[in-house]
Protein backbone atom coordinates (compact mmCIF):
# COMPACT_ATOMS: atom_id res chain seq x y z
CA UNK A 1 0.00 0.00 0.00
CA UNK A 2 1.19 3.34 -0.99
CA UNK A 3 1.07 6.06 1.45
CA UNK A 4 1.67 10.00 0.91
CA UNK A 5 1.94 13.21 3.60
CA UNK A 6 1.36 16.81 3.86
CA UNK A 7 4.78 18.07 5.20
CA UNK A 8 3.54 21.29 6.57
CA UNK A 9 7.13 22.56 6.72
CA UNK A 10 7.07 23.17 3.13
CA UNK A 11 5.85 26.82 2.39
CA UNK A 12 6.50 27.14 -1.01
CA UNK A 13 5.90 24.19 -3.80
CA UNK A 14 4.64 20.65 -3.33
CA UNK A 15 3.89 19.44 0.13
CA UNK A 16 2.82 15.93 -0.82
CA UNK A 17 5.59 13.58 0.03
CA UNK A 18 6.03 10.40 -1.41
CA UNK A 19 5.62 7.44 -2.20
CA UNK A 20 6.24 5.76 0.98
CA UNK A 21 5.40 2.10 2.59
CA UNK A 22 3.90 1.92 5.80
CA UNK A 23 6.80 1.30 7.71
CA UNK A 24 9.03 4.56 5.90
CA UNK A 25 6.04 5.75 7.29
CA UNK A 26 6.18 4.54 10.96
CA UNK A 27 9.91 5.47 10.74
CA UNK A 28 9.02 9.47 10.10
CA UNK A 29 6.42 9.11 13.09
CA UNK A 30 9.25 8.01 15.09
CA UNK A 31 11.62 10.82 13.79
CA UNK A 32 8.97 13.62 14.13
CA UNK A 33 8.63 14.43 10.80
CA UNK A 34 4.86 13.31 10.82
CA UNK A 35 3.23 13.96 14.19
CA UNK A 36 -0.49 13.51 15.40
CA UNK A 37 -1.71 16.11 13.45
CA UNK A 38 -0.17 15.69 10.21
CA UNK A 39 -2.37 14.70 6.96
CA UNK A 40 -1.83 11.49 5.48
CA UNK A 41 -3.24 9.54 2.72
CA UNK A 42 -3.17 6.23 1.07
CA UNK A 43 -4.81 3.74 -1.70
CA UNK A 44 -7.61 3.05 0.51
CA UNK A 45 -8.76 6.11 1.72
CA UNK A 46 -11.35 8.39 0.40
CA UNK A 47 -9.95 11.57 1.75
CA UNK A 48 -6.85 12.32 3.73
CA UNK A 49 -6.93 12.39 6.99
CA UNK A 50 -4.96 12.99 10.02
CA UNK A 51 -2.43 10.53 11.05
CA UNK A 52 -3.89 10.13 14.43
CA UNK A 53 -7.11 9.10 12.97
CA UNK A 54 -5.87 6.15 10.88
CA UNK A 55 -5.99 2.65 12.03
CA UNK A 56 -2.19 2.55 11.51
CA UNK A 57 -1.04 4.98 14.13
CA UNK A 58 -2.66 2.77 16.43
CA UNK A 59 -0.85 0.05 15.90
CA UNK A 60 3.04 -0.26 17.70
CA UNK A 61 5.10 -1.54 15.47
CA UNK A 62 7.50 -3.50 18.18
CA UNK A 63 11.36 -2.70 18.04
CA UNK A 64 13.53 -5.31 17.03
CA UNK A 65 14.71 -5.96 20.24
CA UNK A 66 11.39 -6.94 21.05
CA UNK A 67 10.56 -8.90 18.09
CA UNK A 68 13.32 -10.90 19.59
CA UNK A 69 12.11 -11.23 22.31
CA UNK A 70 8.83 -12.23 21.03
CA UNK A 71 10.57 -14.93 18.64
CA UNK A 72 12.25 -16.33 21.16
CA UNK A 73 9.72 -16.51 24.07
CA UNK A 74 7.44 -18.65 20.97
CA UNK A 75 10.14 -20.83 20.43
CA UNK A 76 10.89 -21.61 24.07
CA UNK A 77 6.77 -22.21 24.44
CA UNK A 78 6.62 -24.45 21.64
CA UNK A 79 9.18 -26.27 22.97
CA UNK A 80 7.86 -26.68 26.43
CA UNK A 81 4.51 -27.91 24.38
CA UNK A 82 6.38 -30.87 23.69
CA UNK A 83 6.70 -33.97 25.60
CA UNK A 84 9.84 -35.62 26.97
CA UNK A 85 9.53 -39.09 27.81
CA UNK A 86 11.26 -41.12 30.62
CA UNK A 87 13.45 -43.67 28.98
CA UNK A 88 14.48 -46.81 30.08
CA UNK A 89 17.36 -45.82 32.80
CA UNK A 90 15.06 -43.17 34.68
CA UNK A 91 12.17 -45.27 34.82
CA UNK A 92 14.54 -48.56 35.66
CA UNK A 93 15.37 -46.50 38.82
CA UNK A 94 12.06 -45.43 39.52
CA UNK A 95 10.86 -49.08 39.69
CA UNK A 96 13.67 -50.33 41.93
CA UNK A 97 12.73 -47.26 44.06
CA UNK A 98 9.29 -48.67 44.40
CA UNK A 99 10.32 -52.36 44.75
CA UNK A 100 12.17 -51.48 47.71
CA UNK A 101 9.26 -49.82 49.21
CA UNK A 102 7.46 -52.67 48.33
CA UNK A 103 10.00 -54.90 50.13
CA UNK A 104 10.28 -53.01 53.16
CA UNK A 105 6.45 -52.96 53.88
CA UNK A 106 6.63 -57.06 52.74
CA UNK A 107 9.14 -57.49 55.10
CA UNK A 108 7.23 -56.03 57.68
CA UNK A 109 4.17 -58.17 57.30
CA UNK A 110 5.94 -61.40 57.52
CA UNK A 111 7.37 -60.31 60.61
CA UNK A 112 3.97 -59.22 61.85
CA UNK A 113 2.69 -62.68 60.38
CA UNK A 114 5.86 -64.32 62.36
CA UNK A 115 4.80 -62.35 65.74
CA UNK A 116 1.61 -64.04 65.51
CA UNK A 117 2.89 -67.02 64.48
CA UNK A 118 1.10 -67.10 61.58
CA UNK A 119 4.64 -67.79 59.65
CA UNK A 120 8.14 -69.35 60.73
CA UNK A 121 10.78 -67.19 59.41
CA UNK A 122 13.37 -69.65 60.40
CA UNK A 123 11.99 -72.27 58.92
CA UNK A 124 10.88 -69.99 55.27
CA UNK A 125 14.77 -68.89 55.24
CA UNK A 126 15.96 -72.83 55.44
CA UNK A 127 13.42 -73.34 52.63
CA UNK A 128 14.46 -70.06 50.34
CA UNK A 129 18.28 -71.19 50.99
CA UNK A 130 17.35 -74.62 49.46
CA UNK A 131 15.66 -72.91 46.27
CA UNK A 132 18.82 -70.31 46.03
CA UNK A 133 21.16 -73.32 46.41
CA UNK A 134 19.28 -75.41 43.41
CA UNK A 135 16.85 -72.83 42.22
CA UNK A 136 16.10 -75.06 38.65
CA UNK A 137 14.45 -77.67 40.97
CA UNK A 138 10.65 -77.81 41.29
CA UNK A 139 10.87 -79.43 44.61
CA UNK A 140 12.45 -76.98 46.20
CA UNK A 141 10.44 -73.64 44.59
CA UNK A 142 7.22 -75.85 46.34
CA UNK A 143 8.35 -76.04 49.34
CA UNK A 144 8.57 -72.75 49.64
CA UNK A 145 5.12 -71.92 48.13
CA UNK A 146 3.50 -74.35 49.95
CA UNK A 147 5.13 -73.50 53.15
CA UNK A 148 1.98 -72.59 55.96
CA UNK A 149 1.23 -69.28 56.14
CA UNK A 150 2.97 -68.66 52.35
CA UNK A 151 -0.03 -68.62 50.95
CA UNK A 152 -1.66 -65.96 52.84
CA UNK A 153 1.32 -63.95 52.70
CA UNK A 154 1.08 -64.04 48.80
CA UNK A 155 -2.61 -63.01 48.96
CA UNK A 156 -1.62 -60.00 51.19
CA UNK A 157 1.09 -59.20 49.26
CA UNK A 158 -0.35 -59.33 45.60
CA UNK A 159 -3.31 -57.23 47.03
CA UNK A 160 -0.75 -54.46 48.53
CA UNK A 161 1.45 -54.42 45.32
CA UNK A 162 -1.67 -53.96 43.42
CA UNK A 163 -3.12 -51.12 45.39
CA UNK A 164 0.12 -49.66 45.41
CA UNK A 165 0.62 -49.26 42.23
CA UNK A 166 -3.24 -48.75 41.25
CA UNK A 167 -3.96 -45.72 43.70
CA UNK A 168 -0.70 -44.02 43.79
CA UNK A 169 -1.20 -43.97 39.36
CA UNK A 170 -4.76 -43.22 39.53
CA UNK A 171 -4.42 -40.70 42.12
CA UNK A 172 -1.28 -39.15 41.77
CA UNK A 173 -0.21 -40.16 37.95
CA UNK A 174 2.78 -41.45 39.86
CA UNK A 175 4.05 -44.17 42.10
CA UNK A 176 6.73 -42.67 44.86
CA UNK A 177 9.33 -43.97 42.93
CA UNK A 178 8.36 -41.81 40.00
CA UNK A 179 7.98 -39.03 41.94
CA UNK A 180 11.38 -39.35 43.38
CA UNK A 181 12.74 -38.73 39.91
CA UNK A 182 10.07 -36.35 38.87
CA UNK A 183 8.12 -38.32 35.94
CA UNK A 184 4.55 -39.28 35.60
CA UNK A 185 2.15 -41.44 33.83
CA UNK A 186 -0.65 -40.07 31.38
CA UNK A 187 -3.02 -41.36 29.09
CA UNK A 188 -1.62 -41.15 24.97
CA UNK A 189 -4.34 -37.95 24.51
CA UNK A 190 -1.61 -36.48 27.38
CA UNK A 191 -4.44 -36.29 30.43
CA UNK A 192 -4.91 -38.13 33.60
CA UNK A 193 -5.42 -41.26 33.22
CA UNK A 194 -8.75 -42.77 35.23
CA UNK A 195 -8.93 -45.79 37.69
CA UNK A 196 -9.69 -48.42 35.54
CA UNK A 197 -6.97 -46.97 33.04
CA UNK A 198 -4.49 -47.71 36.37
CA UNK A 199 -6.11 -51.18 37.05
CA UNK A 200 -5.58 -51.88 33.24
CA UNK A 201 -2.02 -50.70 33.48
CA UNK A 202 -1.29 -52.55 36.09
CA UNK A 203 -2.43 -56.23 34.85
CA UNK A 204 -0.68 -55.12 31.72
CA UNK A 205 2.42 -54.67 33.71
CA UNK A 206 2.08 -58.25 34.90
CA UNK A 207 2.05 -59.79 31.75
CA UNK A 208 5.65 -57.09 31.00
CA UNK A 209 6.97 -59.03 34.02
CA UNK A 210 6.70 -62.40 32.30
CA UNK A 211 8.68 -61.27 29.31
CA UNK A 212 11.79 -61.37 31.94
CA UNK A 213 11.70 -64.86 30.71
CA UNK A 214 12.62 -63.92 27.02
CA UNK A 215 15.67 -61.36 28.28
CA UNK A 216 13.05 -58.58 29.19
CA UNK A 217 11.44 -58.28 26.39
CA UNK A 218 8.15 -55.99 27.25
CA UNK A 219 10.51 -53.69 29.13
CA UNK A 220 13.64 -53.54 26.79
CA UNK A 221 11.43 -51.95 23.72
CA UNK A 222 11.38 -48.93 26.14
CA UNK A 223 14.67 -48.11 24.35
CA UNK A 224 13.79 -48.32 20.66
CA UNK A 225 10.13 -46.94 20.98
CA UNK A 226 9.89 -43.15 20.23
CA UNK A 227 7.67 -42.67 23.19
CA UNK A 228 9.57 -44.61 25.12
CA UNK A 229 6.79 -46.78 26.30
CA UNK A 230 6.81 -50.46 27.45
CA UNK A 231 4.55 -53.44 27.09
CA UNK A 232 1.90 -52.39 29.57
CA UNK A 233 1.91 -48.78 28.29
CA UNK A 234 1.08 -50.29 24.81
CA UNK A 235 -1.29 -52.42 26.57
CA UNK A 236 -2.85 -49.47 28.53
CA UNK A 237 -2.78 -46.53 26.21
CA UNK A 238 -0.38 -44.80 28.61
CA UNK A 239 3.34 -42.88 28.85
CA UNK A 240 6.09 -42.14 31.27
CA UNK A 241 6.71 -38.62 30.81
CA UNK A 242 8.85 -36.24 32.52
CA UNK A 243 6.91 -33.43 34.56
CA UNK A 244 6.73 -29.92 33.55
CA UNK A 245 10.23 -27.98 33.92
CA UNK A 246 12.13 -31.16 34.33
CA UNK A 247 13.98 -33.16 31.11
Known amino acids: MIWYYIDESVTDGERRKGPYNIDEIRDFVKN ?20 KDTEESKEVPLSEEE ?67 NPTSDEALMNVLNFPGMHVFLII ?25 HVHVESAAGEKISWIESAIRFIASLFTQCTLAFYGLGYLIV ?23 NK
Open 32 to 51: GTIKEETLVWHSGMESWTHW
Open 67 to 133: QIKAALEAIIAEHNKGKHYAGFLIRGIAYLVDNIILSAIGLLILMTMSKTQLIDLNAIGEAMNAYVN
Open 157 to 181: WGVLQAAYYVIFTAIKAATPGKMLV
Open 223 to 245: MIDPKRRALHDFVAHTRVVYNKK
